[in-house]
């Protein structure tokens, strides 16, 4: 059997102190996960978690010390920064049950949901699925895995982004209306998690726009920083 044309490489993620990448089955985002964010965004309470998706090859890989520019994508005049914690799955599994739910994480890094807002407006205003405004290319930037042994409690770390170096978001991953086990357990009820999936656990509140030339620094303590320029 041979393919039609050249299958695309594997999309894969550094994982830090070490030569070997994490290869991407898909990328599960959690929305609303903040409770200062869902009222900033016109919601309040703690409401059942709801997820959406983003091509795998929506990831942009940001190594330390490399510089990173993202370009700023077509169609949108109002580009907005989501931090989150990343979650990246190493054992597969469904109807997971959050008792045993950490069982199946591989590690943790920290990623940007990027987002054409006013794009997502739009569909929303009209009915329509946002994945326009979501999962559109490089819209998953992401610095290297760490393996869990080696991150420390990320569950009570500090999440933050600056833009120019002023902070724009700033709160602690314990702040999660549903925190990584119970994410896991509602997520898994819908899809079976495998080996490689990712998912971005929400974002704090403090989202807004960013210009070309502007340097996004993202950091959750314990993880390498995400430090990139808008192109």
């Not at 833009?163 to 119970?182: F, H, P, Y």
């Not at 807004?208 to 340097?215: F, H, L, T, Y």
Request: hydrophobic residues 40%; contains cysteine.
């Amino acid at each position: 059997m041979t393919y039609a044309f050249s299958p695309p490489a594997t999309v894969a993620v550094p994982i830090a102190g070490t030569d070997d990448l994490f290869p991407v089955h898909r990328i599960y985002c959690v929305g609303r996960n903040y409770e200062d964010h869902a009222r900033e965004m016109g919601f309040t309470g703690r409401e059942p978690p709801f997820f959406f998706m983003k091509p795998a090859d929506a990831i942009f890989v940001v190594r330390p010390g490399q510089p990173a520019s993202l370009s700023y994508p077509s169609l949108t005049g109002n580009f907005h920064h989501e931090i989150e914690l990343v979650v990246a799955i190493g054992r597969g599994g469904a109807a997971i049950k959050a008792a045993g739910a950490m069982d199946h994480v591989y590690g943790y890094a920290v990623g940007l949901d990027m987002t054409r807002r006013d794009l997502q407006n739009d569909m929303k205003k009209q009915g329509r699925p946002w994945c326009i405004g979501k999962g559109f290319d490089d819209s998953a930037p992401i610095g290297p895995i760490v393996r869990k042994a080696d991150a420390g409690d990320v569950t009570k770390a500090e999440i933050s982004l600056q833009v120019n170096g002023q902070d724009r978001q700033r709160s602690r991953v314990d702040k999660l209306i549903w925190n990584i086990a119970e994410t896991l357990e509602h997520l898994s009820a819908a899809w079976t998690l495998q080996p490689g999936d990712l998912i971005y656990t929400g974002t704090p509140e403090g989202v807004g726009a960013v210009a070309r030339g502007d340097r996004l620094v993202g950091a959750i303590s314990g993880l390498p920083d995400l430090d990139l320029t808008i192109g």
